[in-house]
Nanobody, 117 residues
Framework: QVQLVESGGGLVQAGGSLRLSCAAS????????MGWYRQAPGKQRELVAR???????DYADSVKGRFTISRDNAKSTAYLQMNSLKPEDTAVYYC???????????WGQGTQVTVSS
């Protein structure tokens, strides 16, 4: 099992920026996808963004144009740059890792992002 460690959450005013990081505990050699879900109080968990080991990306419509996901395969780390943050972006953000041929998804511990109006 690969452990994921998240960092970078916090409190920011609307219009501000934060950068989340998600580091894997060891090198990942298989084809894989890393990304983030978020969950706000009383709401279902939703996919925010994901990136394949080849660099293809997908975003939720609500964050397109504001969030950018990237990765450094040499460091087995993914990043989520969040700009123009809105109060509705407030949630706990969970990074994840899916590896080809491995049934279990790895999850980070979650990091709180709070955007004040």
């Amino acid at each position: 099992q690969v452990q994921l460690v998240e960092s970078g959450g916090g409190l920011v005013q609307a219009g501000g920026s934060l950068r989340l990081s998600c580091a894997a505990s060891r090198s990942i050699f298989s084809i894989n996808v890393m990304g983030w879900y978020r969950q706000a109080p009383g709401k279902q968990r939703e996919l925010v963004a994901r990136i394949t080991s080849g660099g293809s990306t997908d975003y939720a419509d609500s964050v397109k144009g504001r969030f950018t996901i990237s990765r450094d395969n040499a460091k087995s780390t993914a990043y989520l740059q969040m700009n123009s943050l809105k109060p509705e972006d407030t949630a706990v953000y969970y990074c994840y890792l899916d590896r080809a041929g491995v049934g279990d998804r790895s999850w980070g511990q979650g990091t709180q992002v709070t955007v004040s109006s």
